[in-house]
């Protein structure tokens, strides 16, 4: 593992995000290891495709229920745990630049980013002053296992001539927005969403 390889200590934990006892579990278990947790990254989600009027409630409530309600509810166990400790922290939320635009067929993930934004800035403003920080990342098209076919598609191509730096994301290209959020280098940030598109949202607004 990186982390142990770079002289740190580490632990997997595995946990459904949508379980509310696993969660207390893999608290635990953390606590156990560590102490207080006092950064969390809440990056778990699932996508969905398909037109609005064909969409299932099993379907929407599997999109919504980890992309947005987990984020909720695991944001939530850490800041009671960090406020019972007396210990300050930072709580990071992955959105998507869907949460201010939508695109054809990702009604349920939309709703859910765009739920993820308003939810950061609600509990940025409710524990900012108790210590808990909470911010978020809205990543554009970043390449990883769920998308890359997709993107290395004719479809792909015509999305990565509207990024105007030219490509599309890499993992290591949220690096530097959340080491700045979980570090004392943000600790002047609050309730914020830091979008990390290449400059596409840009170039759709003009």
């Known amino acids: 593992m990186f982390i142990e390889k770079a002289g740190g200590r580490a632990i ?5 995000v949508t379980d509310r ?16 947790v006092t950064i969390l990254v809440n990056n778990a989600g699932v996508a969905h495709s398909g037109r609005a009027v064909e969409l299932s409630e099993p379907e929407w409530r599997r999109v919504v229920g980890t992309d947005l309600d987990a984020v909720f509810f695991w944001a939530q166990e850490a800041a009671r745990r960090m406020l019972a400790a007396g210990k300050s922290g930072a709580i990071v939320n992955v959105a998507s630049v869907l949460g201010f635009g939508v695109a054809k067929g990702t009604a349920a993930y939309a709703v859910a980013k765009a739920g993820v934004v308003q939810l950061t800035k609600a509990l940025g403003l409710e524990l900012a002053f108790k210590g808990v920080r909470v911010n978020a990342i809205a990543p554009g098209w970043i390449v990883t296992d769920l998308n890359r076919d997709y993107l290395m598609s004719e479809q792909g191509a015509a999305i990565k001539r509207e990024i105007p730096v030219g490509r599309f994301g890499e993992e290591r290209d949220l690096d530097g927005a959340l080491l700045l959020l979980v570090s004392d280098a943000g600790r002047f940030i609050a309730g914020t969403t830091i979008v990390v598109d290449g400059g596409q949202m840009v170039a759709l607004r003009g």
């Open 12 to 16: 997997a934990i595995a946990a459904d």
């Open 21 to 36: 006892n696993a969660m207390r579990r893999a608290f635990d278990e953390a606590e156990k290891a560590f102490g207080t």
